[in-house]
């Protein structure tokens, strides 16, 4: 795996984060609007020329009271930092166009990538806007949720749908784009990393560049996870913030490989050593057992994770922790997060539901500052959040109880009624 690194003597970043308040007051020039590239110089790696942007990374760091008080935080201690805003409605975007700038500077024509259905999403509409590659899409079979698929086909994409799930398009893309000799945009690219950085760039700026206690994060590919703990990494080694938030990062139980290595098999970072054995030897089992990944949250619906050692090392530097929830805890805390609006597809709730958890072990105290990652919009999966307020009971068992998914605390259910005034007015009266 490759890592972008700097010459920080030649690159000469600012001496202090506020450097980037005056960004904003020259909006106007897209390389100040972008949330990503107004961090430009923490990721010199492209001349200005050269930049790609489609206006993303104007996101939100919201603080939400009512799912604060479900994790049993304290009041404004839990904040949501909220990527569903992106142009393609996931935080997919702040490395997309990272990948595309680097892509530019060597002059590829072709991009692929596979995808759980957000990295294809960002591909397809940074192809579309700017017009500089194709892109050729992989994914799963059945295992992409209709808005993200929706979203490929509409912006035009190649989209090139395989007998199986996102570990066999991810090992199919390696191969196809080293044949084909096209750009690979997976987090494999360390350009996208690059990008993802700014996510927390962003998430000090609403801070006033105080860094929060925890940021807790979904780990599906691992390559969120992976540009966090860099982006400390860098800004520490820059004297540019004196305190490193612990990271916590959280597995669906469906796709626990980072929790089963790290929390059960002891695998770790070891000084840029980690035990492959360690990790192989739990891959040949999944093999021998010929078990899959399987998750409601099929964003994370990932067994071997591309960026694994990465995310070991900011789990290293973040003194992290890792936590795996179930399909019912998400959609539990994903009902929290609709309710306060900003709402999220089913993966991005696994933040929520790994603070609440590890608030109730006492990991994190009450009053410590917490940003849960919301990584994509709620309108992504319709059909899972369909089903938790469902009045129909074949429904339910069909999305979620068929994994595991017994109750569905915070339903809102629509109210079924005649078309007859007198009928309509009753309901109302009676429930609201
Ligand atoms: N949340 C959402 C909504 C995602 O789409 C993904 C990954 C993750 C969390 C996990 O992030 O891979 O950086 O650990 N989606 C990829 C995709 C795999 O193809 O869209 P990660």
């Known amino acids: 795996m490759l890592d972008v690194t700097y010459d920080w003597d030649r690159a000469r970043p600012p001496t202090t984060l506020s450097f980037f308040d005056q960004k904003w007051a020259r909006r106007l ?54 990527e569903g805003m992106n142009p393609s409605g996931s935080f997919k975007d702040n490395g997309m166009s990272a990948a595309f700038t680097h892509a530019r500077t060597i002059g590829a024509q072709r991009a692929a990538c596979a995808s759980t259905g957000n990295t294809s ?7 579309a806007v700017t017009q ?20 490929a086909l509409d912006y035009g994409a190649l989209t090139v749908q395989i007998a199986g799930d996102f570990d066999d398009a991810m090992a199919r893309v390696k191969e196809v784009s080293e044949q084909l000799g096209i750009y690979l945009v997976n987090s494999v690219n360390p350009f996208r990393l690059e990008g993802q950085k700014t996510i927390m760039y962003r998430v000090l700026e609403a801070m006033r560049w105080d860094p929060p206690d925890w940021i807790v994060v979904p780990g599906g590919n691992l390559g969120n996870s992976s540009a966090f703990g860099k982006a400390f990494m860098e ?30 098999r002891g695998l770790r970072w070891n000084g840029g050593r980690p035990s492959m054995e360690i990790a192989n030897s739990y891959y040949a089992e999944l093999d021998a057992d010929s078990r899959r990944a399987s998750t409601i949250a099929s964003a994370i619906e990932i067994n071997r994770p591309v960026n694994l050692t990465k995310c070991l090392r900011a789990l290293d530097f973040c003194n992290g922790v890792v936590r795996e929830v179930t399909d019912q805890e998400m959609l539990d805390a994903k009902a929290q997060v609709g309710a306060g609006g900003l709402g999220c597809e089913p993966a991005s709730a696994a933040s929520v539901a790994g603070a609440k958890m590890l608030r109730a072990e006492g990991v994190i105290g009450p009053d410590e500052r917490v940003v849960c990652i919301l990584t994509g919009h709620q309108l992504k999966d319709p059909t899972a959040t369909v089903a938790y307020h469902t009045t129909d009971q074949e429904q339910f068992n069909k999305v979620l109880g068929s994994r595991g998914v017994k109750r569905a605390a915070f339903a809102n259910r629509a109210v079924a009624v005649s078309n007859n005034l007198e009928e309509i007015v009753r309901a109302i009266q009676l429930y609201s």
């Open 29 to 82: 020039d897209p390389l100040c609007f972008s949330g990503v590239w107004r961090f430009h110089e923490l990721l010199p790696f492209a001349p200005p020329e050269k930049i790609v942007t489609i206006g993303e990374g104007q996101t939100l760091l919201h603080d939400s009271l009512g799912v604060g008080k479900f994790v049993g935080m304290q009041p404004n201690r839990l904040f949501l930092q909220y």
């Open 121 to 127: 999403a960002s591909l397809a509409v940074y192809c």
């Open 235 to 264: 800004l520490r080694e820059l004297g540019l913030i004196d305190r490193v938030p612990r990271l916590a990062v959280i597995n669906a139980s469906g796709a626990n490989t980072l929790y089963e290595l790290y929390e059960h």
């Open 132 to 151: 500089f590659m194709k892109a050729v899409i992989f994914v799963g079979s059945g295992k992409i949720a209709y808005g993200k698929l929706s979203q």
